[in-house]
């Protein structure tokens, strides 16, 4: 079966540290990621997008690597603050069984940032 | 200035009422969407409209119908609501459509969060 997987437990990080976040997904033939920010009570907050040719892209303090090999995605916040709690989101671009494109979520990872 | 505005952002109501919530958009995109996120927090598509066009239309009961007067706005009308219903939706608009190899990030409402009681 398709699935998108992201870890459900949250993640504790010491302010300061990196911060690394996995999406892993099976039977789906992505072209790209996407991934989101969402804090609580608020929509989803787009941050990078990486296509199923790139190997890594970066963006200030986070970086996406996208392994279509492992079927793996991992975002990186390095030097980590407490404002970077939030939830992470992963989004699949693949295309879907009537030939138009779909955009698979993932359930999201709670980052927890400790000062 | 709210790129996507969503009202209301809490809607509590009973069984068996009808509600709307209504969506607009100030980004000029061509594409809006409502999604339903569970409490398991996924996010599922429900509806994706193209300059006013229904494009996507998921496995959605039939109470719920959504409706496009222009392309900056997406309204959700929802029918003899069921327990069931209760859960967060968001409006999101994009430059691109979603149903394409196009890439453009979406851009999210805040939320309505619905109660059926």
């Known amino acids: 079966s398709q699935k998108i997987e992201q870890n459900s437990e949250a993640l504790n990080i010491q302010e300061g540290k990196t911060a690394t976040l996995t999406c892993n997904y099976t039977?789906?033939?992505?072209?790209?990621l996407q991934w989101y920010r969402q804090d609580p009570g608020r929509g989803p907050v787009f941050l990078l997008l990486i296509r199923e040719n790139e190997k890594e892209k970066r963006k200030e303090r986070l970086k996406v690597t996208f392994d279509t090999t492992l079927k793996q995605s991992l975002f990186h916040i390095t030097a980590s603050q407490p404002a970077d709690s939030a939830t992470y989101l992963c989004?699949?671009?693949?295309?879907?069984?009537?030939?138009?494109?779909?955009?698979?979520w993932g359930a999201g990872t709670k980052l927890i940032i400790k000062p | 200035d709210t790129a996507v505005s969503q009202t209301p952002k809490y809607l509590v109501t009973q069984m068996g009422n009808d509600k709307s919530i209504k969506c607009e958009q100030n980004l000029g995109h061509d594409t809006m969407y409502w999604y339903k996120q569970d409490s398991k927090k996924f996010l599922k598509i429900m509806f994706s409209?193209?300059?006013?066009?229904?494009?996507i239309n998921e496995t959605v009961p039939n109470r719920f119908s959504p409706k496009s007067p222009d392309k900056a706005h997406l309204n959700l009308h929802i029918n003899s609501l069921e327990l069931g219903d209760s859960a967060v939706y968001f409006c999101?608009?994009?430059?691109?459509?979603?149903?394409?190899?196009?890439?453009?990030?979406?851009?999210f409402g805040n939320g309505t969060r619905l109660t059926v009681t």
């Open positions: 039977n789906y033939s992505p072209a790209y």
């Open positions: 989004a699949l671009g693949a295309p879907a069984v009537d030939s138009n494109y779909q955009l698979i």
């Open positions: 409209y193209n300059n006013k066009e229904l494009i």
């Open positions: 999101a608009s994009s430059q691109g459509g979603g149903w394409t190899s196009d890439n453009s990030p979406l851009h």
